[in-house]
């Protein structure tokens, strides 16, 4: 018995079974930078923080990324909770963070995914725009629009509650919003002006996303969703296979329902939010991997916590939902260490 031996092949084991897909490309962009041209679909800010903390884990970029990921997540949720709480109540706050966490995309929160880093930003803004920081939540918004694209939306956020919390008539010589916009882009700018340095092209990292049939184009929102609900064949099996499976069909089938039911119940910025990143999800030729961007648009989770809460059967309502959730988790999570496309 090599005790050493048996702890390298626990990990190796680990690491195998929790890095997958996009992992691996966030591991290779921090090792090797950008290059490969179609990296460049990738959003550098959580790379960059790996890359320059990994020498605290033996320059184990993976390892890294877990620790931080898990980290994120943790204030995430705290994030979250406090926003809910003191825009709601303290039940659905309580009911938000357990719909959260028994969500079958949890998974992505736990590896070297920008889920965990982008919610925590995003929560965080939102807590500093309640509270009218607005220099704050510009500096955030900075660091959510070099995560991920959809980061981009708190400048147009912050701008609209800005104004919103304004004694009107504004004065135009209030210049204080512009500068709070352009600082608010700045994440986004620097990557931009990166990509047209090294590749000639500001707006590279929508022309690297061609290597993707999936995210080549755009088409009318929710064309392939109402082509899914048109062609919806439900199979049961118990054999894990690669076929794609529902999971980014049925999330965007319960978002979309939610905001009918009940998107004039969250707070306009909230909304307003929601509505942007189900919009840029919808016009994506295909609905695959949909599941884990809408699963960091945390209004979702506030929408489906108000509905079981104003149910007159809330609580077996919510242990049917929470049932579902759990046993769908497990069913992504067997799929994702077997090494299966999780939806």
Request: positive net charge.
């Amino acid at each position: 018995m090599n005790p050493i031996k048996d702890l390298n092949d626990f990990l190796y084991i680990f690491k195998d079974s929790l890095c997958k897909w996009d992992c691996w490309i966030y591991t290779l962009i921090t090792d090797t930078g950008y290059s490969k041209p179609w990296f460049c679909a990738f959003f550098p800010l959580f790379p960059l923080i790996v890359k320059n903390l990994k020498i605290l884990f033996n320059g184990n970029a993976f390892y890294t990324a877990f620790i931080l990921s898990n980290l994120f997540c943790f204030f995430a949720v705290v994030f979250l909770y406090n926003l809910v709480k003191d825009v709601y109540s303290e039940k659905v706050a309580l009911y938000t963070i357990v719909f959260f966490m028994a969500s079958p995309t949890i998974l992505f929160y736990s590896t070297f995914y920008t889920e965990s880093l982008f919610l925590m930003l995003v929560t965080l803004f939102f807590l500093l725009i309640n509270n009218k920081k607005w220099f704050y939540s510009a500096l955030v918004a900075a660091l959510a629009s070099a995560t991920r694209n959809a980061g981009i939306f708190l400048s147009f956020i912050l701008v609209f509650e800005y104004f919103r919390n304004q004694k009107w008539p504004v004065k135009l010589s209030d210049y204080r919003i512009i500068l709070y916009f352009l600082i608010s882009v700045t994440g986004l700018i620097s990557f931009m002006i990166f990509l047209k340095l090294k590749y000639d092209d500001f707006f590279y990292f929508i022309k690297a996303t061609q290597n993707w049939p999936e995210r080549n184009g755009f088409t009318f929102p929710l064309w392939d969703f109402l082509k899914w609900l048109k062609n919806i064949t439900v199979t049961f099996q118990f054999k894990i296979t690669h076929d794609r499976n529902n999971l980014s069909f049925i999330y965007i089938l319960i978002t979309v329902l939610l905001i009918f039911w009940g998107i004039r119940k969250i707070k306009a910025d909230q909304a307003i939010f929601l509505l942007m990143v189900v919009l840029i999800i919808s016009v994506q030729p295909r609905i695959i991997s949909c599941s884990r961007y809408l699963s960091s648009a945390f209004p979702v989770w506030i929408l489906l916590a108000l509905f079981v809460v104003e149910n007159k059967r809330e609580k077996l309502l919510y242990k049917i939902i929470i049932f579902l959730m759990l046993f769908w988790q497990f069913y992504m999570n067997y799929r994702w260490v077997a090494g299966y496309w999780v939806d």
